[in-house]
């Protein structure tokens, strides 16, 4: 049975992740911070899935999640926290906490869980960036970085362990029912639907579709990509 770990596993396209890798017959190993509740509930629910807790923001538990699960088949960087700030606002304590856990964690993770797919020359590094990954985002600069970083991250280290069969993919959504997007007035939703081409949001589910196909063998030949799941807005 093939492991895949999914940090921030309790978010929308975390938990949907979850509920979809499980489908499929993976052991999913549910990474969470602050909502332990929840992650026991979707442990207790699902087959063969156990869960971790850590604080991505800090290296060292970064470090034991890694080494917790070191036969990781199937890596899915999705944690991550946003910040809407002007640019020149942005305080020191919210710049360190964003580049940590949207950035500095999926590199570690990558870098230490890279080592056993090298070693069994095969896995799955999947990245979830965002479509201000590619196009940027006014008042969210920083995080703009961050998920721009991970499109890097993944064209780069495809190119590098692919000849030892390792494939790095990327999804990049965009406007998904999430609790991320709670902030927006019923204005902003309406106005942002309208620049959306499928005419509505996404969900959680389409992305976790999207991160199963991408690791599964269907995508044998797909590696170093960038997939937008964004209703073509």
Do not use: W
Request: charged share 20%; with cysteine.
């Amino acid at each position: 049975m093939k492991t895949v770990l999914i940090t921030g596993a309790t978010g929308g396209i975390g938990e949907a992740a979850a509920r979809a890798f499980s489908l499929v017959g993976y052991r999913v190993v549910i990474h969470y911070n602050q909502n332990e509740q929840k992650a026991r509930e979707l442990a207790n629910e699902l087959p063969n899935a156990v869960t971790f807790q850590a604080d991505l923001s800090d290296r060292a538990q970064v470090e034991s999640l890694a080494n917790a699960f070191p036969e990781t088949d199937v890596l899915v960087n999705n944690a991550a926290v946003d910040l809407f700030a002007l640019f020149d606002l942005v305080t020191e304590e919210q710049e360190r906490q964003l580049y940590n856990i949207n950035l500095h964690a999926p590199l570690l993770l990558s870098r230490r869980l890279l080592r056993g797919m090298l070693s069994r020359q095969s896995g799955c590094i999947l990245n979830v960036s965002s479509m201000f990954g590619e196009t940027g985002g006014s008042c969210e600069v920083d995080y703009s970085v961050t998920k721009a970083a991970l499109i890097g991250l993944t064209k780069a280290l495809a190119k590098e362990v692919g000849t030892a069969g390792v494939r790095v993919n990327c999804v990049c959504p965009g406007v998904i029912n999430t609790r991320m997007n709670d902030r927006l007035t019923v204005d902003e939703a309406e106005a942002l639907t309208e620049s959306i081409a499928l005419d509505r949001f996404g969900t959680p589910e389409e992305v976790a579709d999207a991160l199963v196909f991408l690791a599964s063998d269907k995508a044998s030949y797909i590696t170093g990509a960038v997939l937008d799941v964004n209703g073509g807005i």
